[in-house]
């Protein structure tokens, strides 16, 4: 298990933070370039505002429960990691 620090926009963490969860967000696509996720790996969420270029305060933790990778179904060097959120939501 690995714990990894992720920049998220705010509509995603939003959605991955969703108190109702009919409409949580369970799905992050990840570009794998300097990283290999495994199932058991730990995302500590930050949310970055894009429009300020800086970080919100607020995060979130999940954790990563399945990865699908690669051709046919990603390109390559991409992971669809489906997440299940443990803790947190910031400010």
């Known amino acids: 298990m690995i714990a990894y ?3 998220i926009w705010p509509d995603h963490f939003e959605a991955v933070t969703s108190p ?3 409409k949580r967000k369970t799905v992050e696509i990840r570009q794998e370039d300097d990283k290999t996720y495994s199932a058991g790996d730990v995302l500590r969420l930050q949310e970055w505002n894009p429009e300020e270029w800086k970080y ?3 995060s979130a933790v999940v954790v990563v429960t399945h990865i699908l990778r690669g051709s046919p179904y990603l390109p390559e060097g991409f992971a669809a990691l489906s997440i299940r959120w443990i803790q947190g939501r910031g400010c």
């Open 56 to 58: 919100t305060g607020r």
């Open 20 to 22: 109702d969860p009919l």
């Open 5 to 7: 620090d992720l920049k």
